[in-house]
């Protein structure tokens, strides 16, 4: 139970961007939320697997991904790495999990992997991993590490490419909730929602840096393309 919810269980409440609301403790689950509380996820845990898929459609030599997460965020940390463990030998890669805590931990443990040939990053949405998106994307740019990350913002500060929600969307969407909510509907009849909106962002200027050659049929399904 959350900490607004301990002091009222009467006041409605429109969460966005709780990763797993049902482990958090703020709704009875995702369909029927039970409760007066509701509201969007930033993630569904299946894209998880296209992150994979996409860095080996970028960098198709890479054999062993690091993925980079948050072992303290509730769902993120196991469940989005699980999803990754899953389709990880349909594309031959041995996957080596980060769990990202503070600087100096990241950077001891990018530094490492990065001695092993044939590497690459995936980065996992989390808390954490936000807060220090500087760091590891100028990990990746220093050793020349393929990288995917989980938003676009990670690529406009020049990460090489992302693939996830719209990070603004869930907001215009909780206004619609909160709206009918003040018509009179309940937070415990409105499902919690995953995102619509996905993007595919690249930038060709780290790509450029890092040698790589973004494939055509990537760069045709790209919503942004930075250079």
Excluded: C
């Amino acid at each position: 139970m959350t900490a607004v919810q301990q002091t009222s269980r009467t006041v409605p409440i429109v969460f966005v961007n709780i990763i797993d609301p049902v482990g958090a403790g703020y709704v009875a689950s995702l369909a029927r939320p039970g409760g007066n509380a509701t509201g969007f996820t930033p993630f569904e845990y299946g894209l998880s697997g296209k992150w994979l898929e996409l860095l080996k459609q970028i960098a198709p030599g890479v054999t062993r991904a690091a993925v980079l997460r948050d072992p303290a965020a509730v769902g993120s940390g196991v469940g989005q790495f699980a999803i990754i463990q899953a389709v990880a030998p349909s594309f031959g890669v041995e996957l080596h999990p980060i769990d990202v805590r503070d600087p100096g931990e990241i950077e001891h443990a990018v530094v490492a992997f990065a001695r092993l040939p044939n590497s690459g990053l995936i980065i996992v949405g989390a808390p954490s991993v936000v807060v220090h998106r500087h760091l590891i994307i100028t990990l990746a740019a220093r050793h020349r590490l393929p990288a995917v990350y989980p938003f676009a913002y990670f690529i406009r500060n020049g990460g090489l490419i992302s693939y996830g929600p719209d990070t603004v969307d869930p907001y215009r969407r909780a206004a619609g909730y909160v709206d009918r909510i003040l018509k009179g509907e309940k937070p415990a009849d409105l499902p919690v929602q995953a995102p619509t909106k996905y993007e595919l962002v690249i930038n060709l200027k780290t790509a450029k840096a890092l040698g790589i050659e973004i494939p055509s049929s990537v760069l045709a399904r790209a919503d942004e393309v930075i250079e």
